[in-house]
């Protein structure tokens, strides 16, 4: 059945000079506003979900999102953050920390190249301060590997070497270094063969890990692995449902009723599937969490977006009428949107999801913030500036 998404953005005229002006009193602008909005909205939460566009690259926004974290942490009590990441690098963060061998480039491998920027430095010493202290739990949700995934890399060769039978221990092993480090040539081609060799290796390895003596984190790069080569070569499962497993994984470990704050894109952290082809992770959670759950959509009318230290690029106005043009109407330099602003509004074209489509946006998130004019981040290597 066809999700309530349409690709047809109308908005009458009448309408938005109606709604506009009624919508943005009271809604909050500016950064302290905005994050004050959305802490005192969403305080008693267990699970809060925080979006961004799909561009992964946009610096005001990063910015909300990091004093948003910080405040749900120091101000409502949340205990985890979740990233969009690879969650390899996590897993030997997190053991790092328990041997007391944690540093923060470690952590910046972790969470990788879309968000080591300038402006997250202080905030991501202060994630490595809560975390090495006891106070905050981090994680990945993702089963890719990453550019950053040094973990991934010097761990899960052997990893899968000793979750498969002593025959193919050897054959495992150079079969994922060579992937993980991409060392292929004319005698070792990356074909169907070797798709195949990776994909039964990891497969091989994930269902053997009981067996084997495996730790938890073990079995969980294990089992990761497995899945990003079952996708690769056969399509499924897809990234939502990787990060939602990944998401039960990391919650199962927590004490109960844990509160929980996930770092996705927008369109991950949307409670309605839509017209998307798969089911997004925050559709996946809505429904067994309900109204403990908060998913926080992240927009801009216009300004310019750079991911992981590519090349900068235009962000072209969002049309007239859109949801981006109304909120920044008034030359709000960023805008808090609540449900119920977001139903008021109606069926309005957006570009929550990265292309431009039509909907009422109530019904897929319980709020949005939106930048005016976004500005492309200065990246840093892991660790810090030179």
């Given at each position: 059945?066809?999700?309530?998404?349409?690709?047809?953005?109308?908005?009458?005229?009448?309408?938005?000079?109606?709604?506009?002006?009624?919508?943005?009193?009271?809604?909050?602008?500016?950064?302290?506003?905005?994050?004050?909005?959305?802490?005192?909205?969403?305080?008693?939460?267990?699970?809060?979900?925080?979006?961004?566009?799909?561009?992964?690259?946009?610096?005001?926004?990063?910015?909300?999102?990091?004093?948003?974290?910080?405040?749900?942490?120091?101000?409502?009590?949340?205990?985890?953050?979740?990233?969009?990441?690879?969650?390899?690098?996590?897993?030997?963060?997190?053991?790092?920390?328990?041997?007391?061998e944690a540093?923060?480039?470690?952590?910046?491998?972790?969470?990788?190249?879309?968000?080591?920027?300038?402006?997250?430095?202080?905030?991501?010493?202060?994630?490595?301060?809560?975390?090495?202290?006891?106070?905050?739990?981090?994680?990945?949700?993702?089963?890719?590997v990453?550019?950053?995934?040094?973990?991934?890399?010097?761990?899960?060769?052997?990893?899968?070497?000793?979750?498969?039978?002593?025959?193919?221990?050897?054959?495992?092993?150079?079969?994922?270094?060579?992937?993980?480090?991409?060392?292929?040539?004319?005698?070792?081609?990356?074909?169907?063969?070797?798709?195949?060799?990776?994909?039964?290796?990891?497969?091989?390895?994930a269902?053997?890990?009981?067996?084997?003596?495996?730790?938890?984190?073990?079995?969980?790069?294990?089992?990761?692995?497995?899945?990003l080569?079952?996708?690769q070569?056969d399509?499924?499962?897809?990234?939502?449902?990787?990060?939602?497993?990944?998401?039960?994984?990391?919650?199962?470990?927590?004490?109960?009723?844990?509160?929980?704050?996930?770092?996705?894109?927008?369109?991950?952290?949307?409670?309605r599937?839509?017209?998307?082809?798969?089911?997004?992770?925050?559709?996946?959670?809505?429904?067994?969490?309900?109204?403990?759950?908060?998913?926080?959509?992240?927009?801009?009318?216009g300004?310019?977006?750079?991911?992981?230290?590519?090349?900068?690029?235009?962000?072209?106005?969002?049309?007239?009428?859109?949801?981006?043009?109304?909120?920044?109407?008034?030359?709000?330099?960023?805008?808090?949107?609540?449900?119920?602003?977001?139903?008021?509004?109606?069926?309005?074209?957006?570009?929550?999801?990265?292309?431009?489509?039509?909907?009422?946006?109530?019904?897929?998130?319980?709020?949005?913030?939106?930048?005016?004019?976004?500005?492309?981040?200065?990246?840093d290597?892991?660790?810090?500036a030179?």
């Amino acid at each position: 059945m066809r999700g309530p998404i349409s690709r047809a953005p109308v908005v009458p005229a009448l309408l938005v000079l109606l709604i506009a002006p009624m919508d943005l009193s009271g809604q909050g602008s500016g950064s302290e506003a905005v994050e004050a909005r959305v802490v005192e909205a969403f305080c008693d939460r267990q699970v809060v979900l925080l979006g961004e566009l799909p561009t992964h690259g946009e610096a005001r926004g990063f910015q909300a999102k990091a004093g948003i974290v910080r405040r749900l942490v120091e101000e409502c009590g949340f205990e985890a953050v979740l990233f969009e990441a690879p969650i390899y690098d996590f897993l030997g963060f997190q053991q790092a920390v328990v041997r007391g061998e944690a540093t923060p480039e470690r952590l910046d491998r972790a969470i990788g190249g879309f968000w080591l920027t300038r402006g997250l430095s202080a905030w991501r010493s202060w994630l490595f301060e809560q975390a090495v202290d006891g106070r905050l739990v981090l994680g990945g949700l993702d089963d890719q590997v990453s550019a950053s995934s040094d973990h991934a890399r010097a761990t899960l060769p052997d990893l899968i070497a000793r979750g498969v039978t002593p025959d193919r221990s050897s054959e495992c092993r150079e079969a994922i270094e060579r992937n993980l480090f991409w060392r292929y040539d004319d005698a070792h081609p990356f074909d169907d063969v070797e798709m195949m060799r990776l994909q039964e290796c990891a497969r091989a390895a994930a269902e053997g890990v009981d067996r084997e003596g495996f730790d938890a984190a073990e079995v969980a790069m294990t089992v990761n692995l497995a899945s990003l080569y079952d996708r690769q070569r056969d399509g499924g499962p897809d990234r939502d449902e990787a990060m939602h497993r990944n998401f039960r994984w990391h919650a199962d470990r927590l004490p109960a009723d844990t509160r929980i704050i996930v770092w996705t894109a927008t369109v991950h952290a949307t409670l309605r599937q839509g017209e998307r082809d798969t089911k997004p992770l925050g559709a996946r959670l809505s429904e067994t969490m309900g109204d403990r759950l908060a998913a926080i959509g992240f927009s801009a009318f216009g300004g310019h977006s750079s991911m992981a230290g590519g090349p900068v690029r235009d962000l072209p106005d969002a049309p007239p009428g859109s949801l981006e043009a109304i909120a920044t109407s008034a030359d709000n330099a960023r805008v808090y949107l609540s449900r119920e602003a977001l139903r008021e509004l109606g069926i309005v074209s957006s570009r929550l999801f990265g292309r431009t489509t039509s909907a009422d946006w109530s019904l897929f998130f319980d709020a949005v913030v939106v930048m005016h004019e976004e500005t492309a981040p200065i990246f840093d290597p892991p660790g810090g500036a030179n």
